[in-house]
């Protein structure tokens, strides 16, 4: 019989040494050798422009900009709070004076996916399981290898490099959790690394709260409740500070960007409500993609260990990754090349496959079929990140080099980031989504008198929108300048085409002159359509 995982003995020697290398550096060098593949790709779809495959890292980019002349929002002199990650601004900010550092994100990124790629190694590497008398040391080395391959392939590593974002950051703090939690498997204590991760995690983003409640909960399994308390306590800290420096600026306790996302203003009868209506709405996005139901099936599986497992320190670890599993799936964000979740999916998996292989007799072979097949939604995202940075210099970058020329003193747009980094000194930049305008942001009826009030009160004159994000027709003074629509295929952008408007606060003429010179300069990709309102009909993201 080939190899088993054990069941009852659970501190089994270590599997035989072979001349392979550590799992771990298998895993980096993995990593880098398909971030390195992807990275030359976006520059040959660009024609040797990198972008991002996402508008938001540039929210992030241009908030350090100013961040690091001491103001925090995207328009001088008005405070306002576009990004959900508290610390990730700030990282970008001793790069922001230097001509590369539009690379910056990418530099981070490579560093903590490339050290998230050493733990997933690693903590594998750690996991207690003997291959049979037949199994020789090479093929026990592929499998575990296979298993960390998979895991990687999950978190889409090299996918979440390219997003730019804080997410590779989130994802490390996540299978740092997930590795400290699996320690309890062996009967050893949840390590200090494992709590700092966790007590870090909010800073980073708020869902990690999910985390920091199943840390809590294995350490009450433990019977450590003074480190749960500790734990819970310490990771509402920054948070707490963050919110209040918020409210010193005038602005709500909790960033627009995640107030705007959850819909927040959109419900107005009470806690309750908005609670129910919340979940009501993330369940209803969340079944149409497939890594809601693979949540499901994790969470199906945790229900099925938590039951069977006999150890209590044990069972609080499984109850603890199901919690994180229901929180993720009720109210949770999922897609967008799987950003929003990822962090849930790892913790949860790791767990599951920890004590998968810690405490019952699951073939190894069984256990990377079953891993790999839980893979193909992120195999899709890692494969189409070249074409969601084709989509992002296709249309957002050529709205960025339009404006290079804009000499008007506002553009109103809806999405922020490529537009407002690195654009002409002087230019304010109306967000009517609402991340960088918090009058925007509570705004929950953007029919076409708020949008024609809107944009004479900050002198916009003119507007790049998609026409369809806003109920009804565009205001009547709005004179359409041309429709800008990529011809490829769309995979990150919310919509194919942009309508580009004069309003009575701009030149018409002017524009007009400007934008059939730019029309003469797009990429084949892309095709503008002068003087024509056009609606794409393409179905929207949601946002």
């Known amino acids: 019989m080939n190899g088993v995982f054990v069941d009852d003995n659970r501190r089994q020697s270590p599997a035989p040494p072979t001349s392979a290398p550590p799992i771990a550096v298998a895993c980096i060098l993995l ?9 030359l790709a976006i520059l040959h779809s660009n024609s040797g422009v990198f972008t991002y495959t996402l508008d938001d890292p540039y929210i ?9 002349h001491g103001h925090y929002g995207i328009n001088p002199g008005e405070p306002s709070s576009p990004s959900s990650s508290i610390v990730w601004p700030f990282l970008l900010v ?15 990124n490579i560093l903590f996916c490339g050290l998230a790629a050493w733990l997933i190694g690693r903590t594998v590497e750690s996991w207690n399981w003997r291959p049979g008398p037949m199994t020789s040391p090479r093929r026990a080395w592929l499998l575990r290898f296979a298993i960390a391959a998979a895991l990687m392939l999950i978190a889409n590593l090299p996918g979440l490099t390219f997003i730019g974002m804080e997410h590779g950051l989130q994802l490390l703090l996540a299978i740092a959790c997930a590795a400290g ?3 309890v498997f062996t009967g050893r204590p949840i390590p200090t690394w494992c709590l700092c991760a966790a007590i870090l995690g909010p800073t980073i983003r708020y869902e990690n709260f999910a985390l920091v409640a199943a840390v809590a909960v294995a350490l009450y399994g433990q019977r450590r409740y003074r480190a749960a308390i500790v734990v819970i306590a310490f990771s509402l800290i920054g948070p707490a500070l ?8 005038g602005l709500p306790a909790l960033p627009s960007s995640v107030l705007v996302k959850a819909k927040v203003y959109a419900f107005h009868r009470g806690l ?9 709405r993330s369940v209803n996005w969340g079944i149409r993609e497939p890594s809601w139901w693979d949540q499901l099936l994790v969470a199906i599986l945790l229900v099925y260990l938590t039951i069977r497992e006999r150890l209590r320190p044990a069972r609080f670890v499984l109850a603890a990754a199901l919690l994180a599993a229901l929180l ?7 897609n967008w090349f799987h950003r929003y979740e990822v962090y849930a999916i790892l913790f949860t998996v790791m767990i599951a496959t920890a004590a998968l292989i810690e405490t019952t007799r699951l073939r190894p072979r069984y256990l990377v079929l079953g891993l790999f097949a839980f893979t193909w939604p992120y195999a899709l995202a890692l494969w189409e990140t070249p074409t969601a940075a084709a ?3 296709q249309q957002q970058y050529q709205m960025h080099r339009f404006l290079a020329s804009f000499h008007g003193p506002a553009v109103a747009v809806n999405d922020l980031g490529l537009v407002s980094y690195d654009r002409p000194a002087g230019l304010y930049v109306l967000d009517l989504w609402g991340l960088a305008s918090p009058e925007a942001s509570r705004q929950t009826d953007k029919n076409a008198a708020w949008l024609d009030a809107i944009t004479r009160v900050h002198n916009a004159g003119l507007v790049i929108v998609y026409p369809s994000w806003y109920p009804g027709d565009s205001p009547a003074d709005w004179e359409p300048l041309g429709t800008m629509c990529i011809t490829s295929r769309r995979v990150s952008i919310a919509l194919k085409c942009v309508v580009f408007y004069s309003t009575p606060q701009g030149d018409q003429a002017a524009l007009q002159a400007e934008l059939a010179d730019f029309a003469r300069t797009l990429p084949s990709t892309v095709k503008m359509t002068l003087g024509k309102d056009t609606t794409d009909t393409d179905e929207d993201y949601d946002q």
């Open 31 to 39: 990593y880098l050798a398909v971030a390195l593949v992807l990275f």
């Open 60 to 68: 992030h980019l241009a908030l350090a900009q100013n961040l690091a």
């Open 94 to 108: 001793p790069f922001a004076g230097h001509a590369w550092n539009l690379y910056a994100p990418l530099a981070w």
């Open 181 to 183: 939690l699996a320690e």
């Open 242 to 249: 963050f919110s209040l420096f918020l409210v010193a600026h």
């Open 272 to 280: 309750l409500v908005t609670a129910i209506a919340t979940v009501m």
């Open 328 to 334: 993720q799936l009720t109210i949770g964000r999922f």
């Open 391 to 393: 989509n992002v210099y």
